[in-house]
């Protein structure tokens, strides 16, 4: 999916710039997910895999590398990133689960996005009352 989406050497991939704000959360957030469950099973079969045994975001990390590849999680998550700035005006236009959820994402992978993740504080401070407690302890993850 992450070469469709990005493309390779030899194509040139589909973006995610006619996707809606809450199917560009939900892809970063997919991945997230992924690489928490791959996490998981390498815990789970200590000895029986021969990927290195690590824990936290690491090892959520790794397991992208592996399945993925460092360049198109990369890709893929700057994307992201841009489109959330620009096509949704920093944020603003973006509801709170979508910012917690996309938020939440990045530091599950490991990502540091300064000027994306400086865009979730502000929106954080500044639309507080409307984030639910849960929507703002994945932001602040």
């Known amino acids: 999916m992450a070469e469709y989406l990005m493309g390779t050497d030899e194509y040139e991939g589909r973006g995610l710039k006619e996707f809606s704000v809450q199917a560009v959360g939900n892809t970063a957030w997919s991945y997230a997910r992924q690489a928490q469950l791959g996490a998981e099973t390498i815990q789970r079969y200590k000895g029986k895999t021969l990927l290195p045994?690590?824990?936290?975001?690491?090892a959520h990390y790794m397991v992208l590398l592996t399945d993925v590849g460092e360049a198109l999680i990369q890709a893929l998550y700057s994307q992201v990133a841009e489109i959330d700035l620009i096509m949704f005006d920093k944020l603003t236009r973006m509801k709170p689960q979508d910012v917690s959820n996309t938020a939440w994402a990045f530091a599950i992978v490991g990502i540091q996005h300064t000027e994306?993740?400086?865009?979730?504080?502000?929106?954080?401070?500044?639309?507080?009352r409307f984030f639910t407690p849960q929507e703002t302890a994945n932001a602040l993850w």
């Open 116 to 128: 994306f993740l400086n865009s979730v504080a502000f929106e954080l401070e500044r639309r507080l």
């Open 53 to 58: 045994r690590t824990s936290g975001r690491l």
